[in-house]
């Protein structure tokens, strides 16, 4: 929770992405039914910015000592080489008012695939492509008990009503349950978002006919294009973001994704966070 009062989204977007990435404030990306921004109102000013008196506060309400010793993991190869500059500002976001004391280090994917999901990390980056273009995408995969993050997260609620919505036939019912999936988690907080980032694609239309489909990634199909030849079209999809992400050991967590889904450096970006106790 201290963690999610400090960082600073807009300033990772900022700095390291140059705004291509935006903030993302909670775990189903802008753009999808049911997405809300479930953790600005919880965590931080309440406007999306960083407290630091409120991470003070939450931690002596806890009876954490500070300054928090925390070890910070990510891959230098796997998300691009944007992962270096943009962990070293959640570092200096985290330092910053002496609340943590973050031990910042890096291994390459090969060895990092495999110690992820063997509790080798307290903390850890995690970035998620989706296999398909649903909210569900962004729930089953990470929030199960039977979760692909092997974190230990257990909430029978949430695993009750993940399993309801993706069978739910009523599309109000189905996004009721995905807003009250995202409101469970993000008080477990099994892992922060932080990022997504906007597909842009350019598509030329000669030899684009009616009916056929131009399929640019997971979700982004352009069917029907019919526009006069030899002119160029801008298609940006803002609902396939990039996470950016820690995992850590000592609060509820959030699954991290496969590697077939997970090895794209424009995946959406998460701080992943993997629990020593469940509930």
């Known amino acids: 929770q201290a963690v999610a009062d400090?960082?600073?989204?807009?300033?990772?977007?900022?700095?390291?992405?140059k705004g291509t990435y935006?903030?993302?404030?909670?775990?189903?990306?802008e753009g999808f039914s049911g997405a809300t921004e479930a953790l600005k109102g919880l965590y931080g000013d309440g406007n999306g910015g960083p407290d630091a008196a409120k991470a003070k506060a939450t931690l002596e309400a806890a009876g954490v000592t500070t300054p928090v010793k925390l070890s910070l993991q990510y891959s230098p190869d796997h998300y691009g080489p944007s992962s270096g500059d943009e962990y070293a500002?959640?570092?200096?976001?985290?330092?910053?008012?002496?609340?943590f004391q973050v031990d910042?280090?890096?291994t390459e994917w090969v060895q990092y695939s495999k110690d992820r999901t063997a509790d080798v990390y307290p903390a850890y980056?995690?970035?998620?492509f989706p296999d398909y273009s649903d909210a569900d995408n962004y729930l089953t995969p990470f929030f199960l008990k039977e979760n692909f993050l092997g974190n230990h997260y257990d909430n029978t609620e949430v695993n009750d009503l993940i399993l309801k919505q993706a069978v739910e036939p009523d599309a109000a019912t189905r996004k009721a349950d995905i807003e009250k999936i995202q409101d469970l988690v993000a008080n477990?907080?099994?892992t922060v978002p932080l990022l997504q980032g906007a597909q842009v694609a350019v598509v030329g239309t000669q030899g684009v006919r009616e009916g056929r489909a131009v399929d640019i990634g997971p979700g982004l199909g352009l069917r029907g294009l019919q526009r006069p030849c030899g002119q160029a079209?801008?298609?940006?999809?803002?609902?396939?973001?990039?996470?950016?992400?820690?995992?850590?050991?000592?609060?509820?967590?959030?699954?991290?994704p496969a590697a077939p889904g997970a090895a794209r450096p424009d995946a959406d970006?998460?701080?992943?966070?993997v629990p020593t106790r469940s509930r």
Do not use: N
């Open 233 to 256: 079209h801008v298609v940006q999809q803002p609902t396939l973001p990039v996470f950016r992400t820690c995992v850590s050991r000592h609060s509820p967590s959030f699954p991290v």
């Open 6 to 17: 400090l960082v600073d989204r807009d300033a990772i977007s900022e700095q390291v992405y």
């Open 89 to 99: 500002l959640v570092k200096s976001q985290l330092e910053k008012d002496g609340l």
């Open 22 to 29: 935006t903030p993302l404030y909670s775990y189903v990306p």
């Open 104 to 106: 910042l280090q890096s």
């Open 269 to 273: 970006r998460f701080m992943v966070g």
């Open 188 to 190: 477990d907080l099994s």
């Open 125 to 128: 980056q995690l970035g998620w």
